[in-house]
């Protein structure tokens, strides 16, 4: 992480403890409302609530397509000599992390300047489903497509690659806040994802972004029959904020 991040860690959300296993295993309820609304309107939600973008850049795209909904377990990998990354230590945290995981949770994987090396491969995907895990994103490439499409868990990634993560990126961190295609990610963190990219929702405010987000979805979904009858948007948009 670089110093920008881990100020944002320290400062702001210092008094927040990351969910230990226990706790991560409690009922979560408020996810369920996460599952009603959709990547777009929590973008906005985003938007208007914490004056910030939640979305995921950098060309982070669904290579295996399907809605998600967890929170967030990470793992971080840094560039490092093949002496050094051997299969061990480039595998460790994001293999531990997958292996630790709990259901429902999402796997963040980071490969630092990694868009040509795949962080997440078959094998992974495999143990991440048997896991129960909602989906995984990688900032990286990933590899064994046809593999993890026909496993079907909702994977998100920057790129393709057949070039492996073993002998060039080595194991950092495990759980720890990481910086995620532009986006700041603390485990324990709302990761959402469907069809249009995957937003990041800071847990401390997620009741606020979820109650905007269902807003905006009943607001727009009074405003379709209203165009279909005006068959026109101004007036009916206008119409509606006034309302």
């Known amino acids: 992480m670089n110093e920008e991040d881990w100020a944002v860690?320290?400062?702001?959300?210092?008094?927040?403890?990351?969910?230990?296993?226990?706790?991560r295993a409690m009922p979560d309820t408020l996810l369920e409302r996460f599952?009603?609304?959709?990547?777009?309107?929590?973008?906005?939600?985003?938007?208007?609530?914490l004056g910030t973008t939640g979305c995921m850049g950098g060309g982070m795209r669904p290579i295996v397509p399907g809605a998600m909904v967890g929170r967030a377990a990470t793992a971080l990998l840094k560039p490092a000599t093949r002496e050094v990354a051997t299969r061990e230590a480039s595998l460790r945290?994001?293999?531990?992390?997958i292996d630790e995981s709990l259901p429902g949770e999402v796997g963040i994987i980071?490969?630092?300047?990694?868009?040509?090396v795949?962080?997440?491969?078959?094998?992974?995907?495999?143990?991440?489903?048997?896991?129960?895990?909602?989906?995984i994103v990688c900032d990286g490439a990933v590899r064994d497509i046809a593999e993890l499409r026909e496993i079907g868990l909702p994977v998100f990634a920057r790129g393709v690659s057949p070039a492996a993560s073993v002998g060039r990126h080595l194991s950092v961190g495990r759980q720890?806040?990481?910086?995620?295609a532009g986006v700041l990610v603390r485990p324990g963190d709302i990761i959402v994802g469907d069809e249009d990219g995957v937003v990041?929702?800071?847990?401390?405010?997620?009741?606020?972004?979820?109650?905007?987000?269902l807003d905006i979805d009943a607001r727009e979904a009074r405003m379709v029959q209203l165009i279909r009858e005006n068959r026109g948007l101004r007036a009916v948009a206008d119409k509606v904020n006034r309302g």
């Open 35 to 49: 599952h009603a609304t959709t990547v777009a309107s929590l973008s906005d939600a985003i938007d208007a609530v």
């Open 110 to 116: 980071v490969l630092e300047d990694g868009l040509e």
């Open 9 to 23: 860690y320290n400062g702001a959300h210092a008094g927040l403890e990351f969910p230990l296993n226990s706790e």
């Open 118 to 135: 795949a962080g997440l491969g078959g094998l992974m995907v495999v143990a991440a489903q048997s896991r129960g895990m909602a989906g």
């Open 200 to 213: 990041v929702i800071p847990q401390e405010h997620a009741e606020a972004v979820v109650r905007f987000a």
């Open 93 to 97: 945290d994001s293999v531990g992390m």
């Open 176 to 180: 720890v806040p990481v910086r995620c």
